[in-house]
């Protein structure tokens, strides 16, 4: 971007912070939530790549409720001395922040807009009213960086391109407020089916946080809140800690709500996870969650339930995992239970990764029989999920449908495995318990083959 001094706003102003604080006020963006933007206005993150070249890609919300989407693309960046960066949605300009240590541990900071020509100029200061919204916005970040710190843990990774679910609940927003930030209202939905939450810790205050256990499940789900606006806004930071052999990372939520004709609308903001994978994952488990929510929120019969079954082996985490992950380890459990069911066994092909799929047949003389299905999930030695599609013993006017699965192994404390089935429901109640009693029988085979 051409730099024009004709065109430029201007401002320098001294904090009472040191200036790596003023700095990651600018590059974290749980902070800048808190100060961004003139009086009045909120700050919404639905991307930020912090890198030079990367974007941040944010909604301005001003008081009459009217939104200013806005990207930028980072040119600079040297913690704590400098930031540059590229406004690229109109008005264009770029920005340089330069912090300057002041005696006493003080931060003398400039900042400059500058903007390519005229017009640009114009719209900024005329339309947008640029000149004093700066002024306000740096009085924002004053307040922000002087006040007392609040222990809220920074990113530790970037933050990556958000993913968003909206949902307009028949509800008023007190109540889905509620939903959010009691021990009952969470317990109510949190997790997607099966699973049962149990709030552990629930502190609503900014530098507080939750942690929610569900039973089956070898982590739990924990938060620290960046931003409590009751019955607007809650923003979150959740430490992403628990995947092996990935370096730990935080992810941010944010949660949106506003009064609608129809009750309640509601807009969950997530950034990305490490992978495609977790990420597919993150998304359809927060779009079941919510599905919970609207019928904990809005009445309805309550869905079928799957199951989960638990058993420990004295095999180790890797032995277990490849019992289910190769064609050798399934035909040495899987065969001989068929067998007991009057069936011959035999894997047709397994290609264990994500959207790889599998067909295992079992044959007699009256039935031949195929379970399908698709990799969801692909942790090794950790989790292992596919959907399981169903379409044997079906009535006509029945159709084939999807059932999830997620196997989860932990290391034991004496280098064993307790391993977790958690499947969803058939579409009959009989038909799930079928299959509970199957999956039993299976795992005794599994022990067998695993020399138990």
Do not use: C
């Not at 843990?153 to 959010?180: D, G």
């Not at 339930?305 to 035909?331: D, H, N, Q, S």
């Amino acid at each position: 971007m051409k730099q024009t001094q004709e065109y430029e706003i201007a401002l320098t102003r001294s904090f009472r912070a040191p200036p790596e604080r003023v700095f990651d006020a600018w590059t974290d963006p749980a902070k800048l939530a808190r100060w961004f933007g003139p009086d009045g206005f909120s700050t919404t993150t639905h991307e930020f790549d912090l890198r030079p070249g990367g974007t941040w890609r944010h909604t301005m919300r001003g008081p009459d409720g009217r939104d200013y989407p806005n990207k930028i693309v980072f040119v600079e960046l040297a913690r704590p001395d400098r930031l540059v960066y590229d406004h690229v949605s109109g008005p264009p300009f770029r920005t340089t922040v330069v912090f300057e240590k002041e005696d006493g541990g003080g931060t003398r900071m400039s900042f400059r807009m500058v903007f390519p020509d005229a017009e640009s100029y114009r719209v900024a200061t005329q339309q947008y009213g640029a000149q004093e919204g700066a002024k306000q916005t740096v009085a924002r970040l004053a307040s922000f960086v002087e006040e007392a710190p609040i222990e809220v843990r920074p990113a530790r990774r970037t933050y990556w391109p958000a993913f968003t679910v909206e949902r307009v609940f028949r509800a008023p927003v007190e109540k889905v407020w509620r939903m959010w930030t009691t021990k009952e209202g969470l317990e109510a939905w949190y997790w997607p089916e099966p699973l049962v939450a149990h709030v552990k810790r629930l502190d609503l205050r900014v530098g507080g946080g939750w942690e929610i256990a569900a039973e089956g499940l070898p982590h739990t789900s924990r938060a620290t809140f960046t931003e409590i606006v009751p019955h607007e806004r809650l923003g979150m930071i959740a430490p992403i800690d628990f995947i092996p052999d990935v370096e730990p990372y935080d992810r941010g939520d944010t949660i949106e709500f506003h009064r609608v004709a129809e009750g309640t609308k509601m807009t969950f903001t997530s950034t990305r996870m490490h992978s495609d994978t977790w990420q597919k994952a993150s998304g359809s488990g927060w779009s079941s969650s919510i599905d919970r929510l609207t019928r904990a929120l809005e009445g309805g019969p309550e869905p079928a339930r799957g199951f989960t079954l638990e058993r420990e082996f004295k095999a180790p985490p890797e032995k277990v995992w490849e019992m289910w992950t190769t064609p050798e380890g399934i035909a040495k459990w899987w065969a001989p239970s068929a067998r007991e069911m009057g069936f011959d066994m035999r894997v047709r092909h397994m290609d264990v990764r994500v959207g790889g799929t599998f067909a295992f047949e079992m044959k007699n003389d009256k039935h031949a029989l195929v379970n399908r299905g698709t990799y969801t999930m692909v942790e090794p030695h950790w989790e292992l999920a596919w959907t399981w599609h169903y379409d044997i013993y079906l009535s006509p006017d029945e159709k084939p449908y999807d059932v999830p699965i997620l196997v989860t192994f932990t290391r034991t404390p004496a280098g064993g495995t307790k391993m977790t089935f958690m499947q969803g429901p058939l579409a009959k109640p009989g038909f799930t318990e079928g299959s509970r009693q199957g999956v039993m029988q299976n795992l005794g085979y599994l022990a067998k083959a695993l020399g138990e």
